[in-house]
């Protein structure tokens, strides 16, 4: 009878073996490269917004409400940076707390509120696109005009299919 640390062994090989087989199939493998990518990109582009004492999440919401005319739901927030409502509550609160962003009743509906960027909120994500243009030009600067336009297309095409195709909690 095997030990337990042999049964470990012998599950361990059989599910790389596995996996192995399966990395063969071009979508799979297609599909684990992205996510490595993602998870490079995202530390990457975290590093140069962390200097500014925020991170990824939080100046995409002040980007995305700069792009809507300064305000918008919390919903429409959650659904434009593609960040669940609870992440974007907390978010919210934060740049409210360091005054980049305020709630507002709505004018619309009394049970909603708007969040809104104010001054310093502005101000910081003028300071922060050029280097945030620095960094994604270096990052990118491995790819030509051609391919930087097919991975937009392809990445956009593969996101809302993706969110499409996620099974309701």
Not at 6 to 31: G, H, T
Not at 85 to 90: L, S, V
Not at 109 to 119: E, H, K
């Amino acid at each position: 009878m095997p030990t337990s640390k042999e049964a470990d062994s012998e599950a361990i090989e059989s599910l790389a073996r596995e996996i192995k087989d399966i990395s063969k199939v071009v979508r799979f493998d297609s599909l684990i490269l992205l996510t490595y990518a993602a998870e490079a990109v995202n530390r990457y582009l975290g590093y140069w917004i962390k200097k500014y004492g925020q991170d990824q999440t939080r100046i995409n919401i002040l980007y995305l409400l700069i792009g809507n005319g300064g305000s918008l739901t919390p919903t429409s927030i959650s659904e434009g940076v593609n960040r669940s409502k609870h992440a974007i509550t907390r978010a919210i609160d934060i740049l409210e707390k360091d005054a980049l962003v305020r709630r507002e009743p709505s004018l619309n509906d009394r049970r909603s509120l708007n969040v809104v960027i104010t001054r310093q909120g502005i101000d910081l994500a003028k300071k922060t696109l050029p280097a945030l243009q620095r960094a994604s030009s270096i990052a990118t600067s491995c790819l030509n005009e051609e391919q930087i336009n097919e991975l937009k297309t392809i990445s956009t095409k593969l996101r809302k299919w993706v969110w499409s195709s996620m099974p309701e909690d």
